[in-house]
Nanobody
Framework: QVQLVESGGGLVQAGDSLTLSCAAS????????MGWFRQAPGKEREFVGGIWSSGVTDYADSVKGRFTVSRDNAKNTVYLQMNSLKPEDTAVYYC????????????????WGQGTQVTVSS
């Protein structure tokens, strides 16, 4: 069992930066692929970025070059560094953990956090 707790959300202005953290319980964190997803009001939840246990990352085209996913296995934490934020980045951001390795596929994840709100004003 893995429990995930996101933090770091808030209200920022367009162009600002924000870093989200996702702290995981459990001793096998390093073996999990970790993903970040977001859900805007009235829209389906979508893939943002993710990182395999190897450290290799993948990103949605909409955030590529602006967002960075990293992990600190010693701290059981995965991060989402968001730069040059846009109003369209406004959403609830979720982290997820899974072992299948399909970063972009929501059904591949076994555990989900409760989400943290990010609001970007124009």
């Amino acid at each position: 069992q893995v429990q995930l707790v996101e933090s770091g959300g808030g209200l920022v202005q367009a162009g600002d930066s924000l870093t989200l953290s996702c702290a995981a319980s459990g001793r096998t964190f390093s073996s999990y692929a970790m993903g970040w997803f977001r859900q805007a009001p009235g829209k389906e939840r979508e893939f943002v970025g993710g990182i395999w246990s190897s450290g290799v990352t993948d990103y949605a085209d909409s955030v590529k070059g602006r967002f960075t996913v990293s992990r600190d296995n010693a701290k059981n934490t995965v991060y989402l560094q968001m730069n040059s934020l846009k109003p369209e980045d406004t959403a609830v951001y979720y982290c997820a953990a899974g072992r299948s390795g399909f970063l972009r596929l929501q059904s591949a994840y076994d555990y989900w956090g409760q989400g943290t709100q990010v609001t970007v004003s124009s």
